[in-house]
């Protein structure tokens, strides 16, 4: 298809072409208000690819996008997507992608409503590894939230990867607003300084990381606000609601949900190891349990096995 004619970016033919790319569209699998994402494929080597195009206007999410294209580029990790390419179509910036199997977290909780701890745990390690890797080159995340976690389906079983570096940051760098004089970021898991515009650190994406945690465990968003404004006033003021069904679980979560990022988790590092201490902690109790499903009626065995053999010395006396 030729330049002169317009393309509607969000609503490419299956088949289309990416130019100077041999990448072919095949199907729409996700639109937002700004980008569109197409499931495609190379047709040289025919492996399936992820063609994501910005649709946005404005020239300030234009450039997002772009820094979006330009780090994943630097970023090599195993629990973020692969880059492959970037270019413009009609003056909307686009990047490819290597082609992810699976669902986003966000599909998995609507279909399932909550994961059991160790159902998180996969989840959780991979995400921590990324967000890890990504803070030790001193770059912020500042979107962690369900649909931006994507669960690979992979031939040994499932692999999280964290996807969406659109916000990403330098550390400690300058509040950012909208043309609308908005914070950015999703409110539902936005950390208190970032509701308020201030400098974030690794502490933020560690409580939006909390916020994640909660949802998946307790199945409910951790604030609903009736609008933007009512879920940033209640990350401000308003105290998280224990999970009751996972009283151990929820300490560890609620600490990482600290209003004031001094009395949080310093680091992704500590909230994953007391993560896995109660892990650990419960792994042990269930096996003790397991255990005791057995130890008992062995005991009540013996028991009865001592009593009629001590019957038997007593009546031959
Ligand atoms: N590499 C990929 N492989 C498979 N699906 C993808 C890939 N990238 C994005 N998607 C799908 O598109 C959705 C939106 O992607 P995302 O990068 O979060 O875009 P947006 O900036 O519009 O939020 C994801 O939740 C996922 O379902
Ligand atoms: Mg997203």
């Not at 560690?206 to 606000?225: A, N, P, Q, T």
């Not at 062995?298 to 009865?304: G, S």
Request: hydrophobic share 40%; charged share 25%.
């Amino acid at each position: 298809m030729s330049e002169a004619s317009p393309l509607k970016l969000e609503d490419l033919p299956a088949g289309w072409t990416v130019p100077g790319h041999e990448i072919l569209v095949i199907d729409r699998v996700s639109r937002t208000r700004q980008a569109v994402v197409y499931k495609a494929r190379q047709s040289s080597t025919g492996r399936l690819m992820a063609l994501k195009i910005s649709l946005a206007v404005d020239v300030d999410d234009v450039g997002r996008f772009k820094r979006e294209a330009e780090l994943l580029q630097q970023l090599e990790h195993p629990n973020i997507g692969s880059f492959y390419g970037a270019g413009v179509l009609q003056s909307h910036p686009y990047m490819i992608m290597e082609w992810l199997e699976g669902e986003s977290l966000s599909e998995v909780l609507s279909r399932k409503g909550t994961l059991t701890p160790e159902e998180l745990s996969v989840v959780f390690s991979g995400v921590c590894d990324a967000l890890q890797y990504a803070h030790s080159r001193d770059l912020i995340h500042r979107d962690i939230k369900p649909s931006n976690i994507f669960i690979e389906r992979t031939g040994e079983g499932s692999k999280a990867r964290l996807m969406d570096f659109g916000m990403a940051k330098p550390i400690n760098t300058n509040l950012e607003l909208t043309p609308a004089g908005f914070v950015l970021g999703s409110p539902a898991y936005m950390s208190p300084e970032q509701c308020t515009g201030q400098k974030l650190d690794c502490r933020s994406d560690v409580y939006s990381l909390s916020c994640v945690l909660y949802e998946c465990l307790s199945g409910r968003k951790l604030f609903i606000g009736e609008s933007n404004m009512d879920a940033m006033y209640k990350h401000l003021h308003e105290q998280p609601i224990p999970i009751a069904e996972r009283p151990a679980f929820s300490k560890v979560i609620l600490r990482g949900l600290e209003k004031s990022p001094d009395s949080r988790y310093q680091k992704v590092a500590d909230l994953r190891r007391a993560w896995e201490r109660e892990i650990t902690k419960s792994r042990f109790l269930a096996s003790l349990r397991a255990q005791s499903v057995l130890i008992i009626p062995v005991a009540v065995f013996v028991v009865v096995v001592v009593v009629f053999y001590l019957v038997g010395l007593y009546q031959k006396q």
